[in-house]
Structures are given as C-alpha cells and as structure tokens.
C-alpha cells in the first residue's frame, strides 16, 4: 500500500496533469449531459433572473420552461445574471466550468503544502465531473465554505463573512460558516461583516425587482423548502444522507431525521471543547472536514451531486494521516463508494440494487465524520501533545508524513 501512496504522489507532482484531469473533467462532465440536451438545472438557474426581473413567483412550477422547481433564494438571481443573458449551451457550460474554478481556487487557499493540495484535487477529479454534469451550485457552495475557513484564520473577516451570507441565502448550506466564528481573531469585526453582508444581499434583488416582492419571495422560499423537505424522505435519489442511510439499510423510512440531527449538532458542539487548540493547523482542518460533511450527511436534501461539498474533506483528511495501510484502504474504499458507486465504472446491477437504495455514498463520509470527532474529543488530531499558546499568523502547511 505504500507504493500506491507513492504513485498517487508521483502524479500529484505533475501540474500539468492536475490542471488536465480538473477543468477536462468537468468539461467533459457538462459537454456529454449539454449533448444530450440534459440539462434542465441550468434552465432553472438561468430562469431564476428572469422571474425576478418580471417579479413572477419563484417557487413555482413553470413547464412550459422547465420540470421540477427552483429552490435558490432571490439572490441567486445577482449570482446567475452573468451566465443568464447567453446562449443556453453556452451558459451552462461556463456555469459549470466556473464552479470547477472557483473550487479550484478554494483549494489553493488551504494552509497545505502544494502536493498536499494537488492530491485533494486529483482525488476529487471523478465526483467533480459527475457533479459539473448536474449543473448544480454544489461546487460554489463547497468553495464558499473553504473559502469561509481560509479568510477567517487569515483575519479577513469581511470576505470570510460574504461567503457565509452568500452561501446561506443561496442554498443555506454556507450557514455551517458559521462554526469558524472561533478561529476568528476580530469577532466583533466577524458579527459586523454578516448584519454588513446580510443587509446588502437581501437588498440587492430589489434593485432589479422591488422590495415587496423580494420580502414575499423569502416567505414563499421558506415555505417551498418545508415542501421539498417533506418529499426528499420519500425519494430514492434524494436523503443520501446519513439517516437515509440507516433508515433504508434497516428498513425504517418512517424515522424521523430529527432522530440523526440533535444528536449530530450536539457532537459537533462538543468538538469546540477542544478549543484551546484553536491556533493549531490540524485541529482547524479537522473542524472544516468535520464541516464540510455535517450539511451533506445531516440534511434531507443531499443528493448524489450534493457529495461534492463533502469529498474534498475525506481528501484534505487523508493528506494529514501517515500513509499507513489501514489509511490507504480507508481512502480506496471511499473513493470507490463516494465517487464511482454512481457512475458508469460499477455495473448498472450495483448502482440499481446497492449504491442508490442503500446510500451507500453516505457510509464513508459517516464513517469518517464520527472519527474525526472522537479525535478531536481525544486530542489525537495533534502530531505532537504540545500546547500552542499564540495564534500564528501566517498559514502553516501541515508537514505530509
């Protein structure tokens, strides 16, 4: 196992093939599902900004323009409004090879060496063309969650503090931002970025709508989200999470997700009695993997493309580990059932019987999410049981072992 450690390091060395497999991958993610005329997220996104402009109802259904329903908040219109105005296979296209950038360049920020960074991207290249075929905002979100982390240690507040309010009134995921308030060293400038923030884009629709329709619009999206919630626990391809896990592999869909949640916040809220280590490179990494997993797991609207915002933690996770075997097989397997339980690369008798009644891409990232938390409960995140009693300015990269 340590030579395949070895070959994922050799050809996490090669930029140019990191670059390749990135932004090709996601081409060739959108070009097949744009060939094939699939790509009905982007008719809802792109509808989104028209609606807006027009003030019709965003949470409704319109097939005469698309099937299914938007779900964004009224901000997304600002966000869509670049990609809107061009041609249809055009804008979907630049839309997804833009969330691949702007993932890209979360990843980059991570207080790790380069290899480090280039193993993350090169292990996340199969989940991030099938999520660029989906045409989601799932890549924007994780980055934004990245990018939330790396300007807090950073003490850039107010860009940590836009991409939290940016997130949360999009898709409400970008709220878990929220857990890095910690690692802030200005939190009342931190407060005074999300009411600055806040109150710049819940006005910034009205300037191309009115402010009546954008107040009703948060009522009516508040509502279409119960909705959706109350439907999710009942779809095959939705509630990849972990109680949709357990639920379906003990046969009891009438478990209520509350059931998973309380008990997942309240473990989440004890890893911060670890605080004192707050100045220490590989706790703060532990909190954004623990992180970027809690929305995905814990939330009745994960779905197969959801997943991107929850592999680059399993990634950032093992880059941090010595390369033993027990840690190369863990990262085998989660690869496998993560990236490729869904794809073309298992027979349609495994994704039909297996991966997708059982949410099976749920199981790793539960896995690893319990693990990081009892090591954080145990200290054994630290390399070494020293106390480090000044915040570090700079980002460290954490050594790879």
Same mark, same amino acid.
């Given at each position: ?5 070895? =070959? ?10 990191? !670059? ?23 008719? *809802? ?23 299914? =329903? ?40 991570? /207080? ?8 993350? #991207?090169?292990?996340? @290249?199969?989940? $991030? ?7 989601? !905002? ?22 940590? @503090?836009?991409?939290?309010? $940016?997130?949360? #009134? ?7 931002? $929220? ?24 006005? +910034?629709? !009205? ?13 009516? &999206?508040?509502?279409? +989200? =119960? ?8 779809? =095959?391809?939705?509630? %990849? ?25 309240? !473990? ?47 990634? *950032? ?8 075997? &027990? ?21 349609? &008798? ?12 749920? +199981? /790793?990232?539960?896995?690893?999410? +319990?693990?990081?938390?009892?090591? %954080? ?5 630290? #390399? ?10 700079? $980002? ?6």
């Amino acid at each position: 196992m340590r030579a395949k450690r070895n =070959v994922l390091t050799y050809l996490a060395e090669k930029e140019w093939l990191i !670059m390749s497999l990135w932004f090709g991958l996601a081409f060739i993610g959108a070009i097949l599902e744009i060939s094939r005329d699939n790509y009905n997220n982007f008719r *809802i996104f792109r509808s989104v900004f028209y609606h807006v402009i027009h003030q019709l109802p965003l949470y409704t259904l319109y097939p005469a323009e698309y099937y299914d =329903v938007n779900l964004y908040g009224p901000i997304f219109s600002i966000v869509i409004a670049p990609f809107a105005g061009l041609d249809m296979h055009l804008g979907a296209m630049l839309w997804a090879l833009s969330g691949a950038a702007v993932l890209f360049y979360a990843i980059r920020q991570l /207080p790790l060496s380069r290899l480090q960074q280039n193993i993350i #991207l090169l292990l996340c @290249t199969q989940e $991030l063309m099938g999520a660029s075929g989906w045409f989601q !905002m799932n890549q924007f979100i994780g980055a934004f969650i990245i990018l939330t982390f790396t300007n807090t240690i950073k003490g850039k507040e107010l860009w940590a @503090t836009f991409f939290i309010v $940016l997130g949360t #009134l999009t898709k409400f995921y970008g709220i878990v931002g $929220l857990a890095f308030f910690f690692f802030s060293p200005n939190p009342r400038r931190f407060i005074a970025g999300l009411f600055l923030w806040g109150a710049v884009m819940f006005a +910034l629709p !009205m300037a191309i709508s009115s402010p009546q329709y954008i107040v009703n619009c948060y009522f009516e &999206w508040y509502a279409a +989200l =119960v909705h959706k919630n109350a439907l999710n626990e009942g779809s =095959v391809f939705q509630d %990849i999470s972990a109680g949709g896990f357990v639920k379906r592999v003990f046969h009891m869909p009438d478990l209520s997700n509350m059931l998973f949640l309380v008990p997942a916040v309240v !473990m989440f809220a004890l890893q911060y009695t670890r605080l004192k280590d707050r100045y220490n490179s590989r706790y703060r990494l532990y909190i954004l993997c623990s992180t970027l997993m809690f929305p995905v797991l814990f939330s009745t609207s994960s779905e197969s493309p959801t997943y991107i915002i929850a592999i680059p933690a399993i990634c *950032i996770w093992y880059v941090m580990q010595p390369a033993t075997r &027990w840690n190369n097989i863990f990262i085998f397997f989660a690869i496998l059932l993560v990236s490729f339980s869904h794809s073309d690369v298992v027979t349609p &008798w495994v994704r039909k019987n297996l991966a997708v009644p059982y949410a099976l891409k749920a +199981l /790793p990232c539960l896995v690893l999410w +319990l693990k990081i938390a009892y090591d %954080i409960y145990t200290r054994k995140y630290l #390399l070494k049981k020293a106390h480090v009693s000044a915040p570090v300015k700079e $980002l460290e990269a954490v050594p790879v072992l």
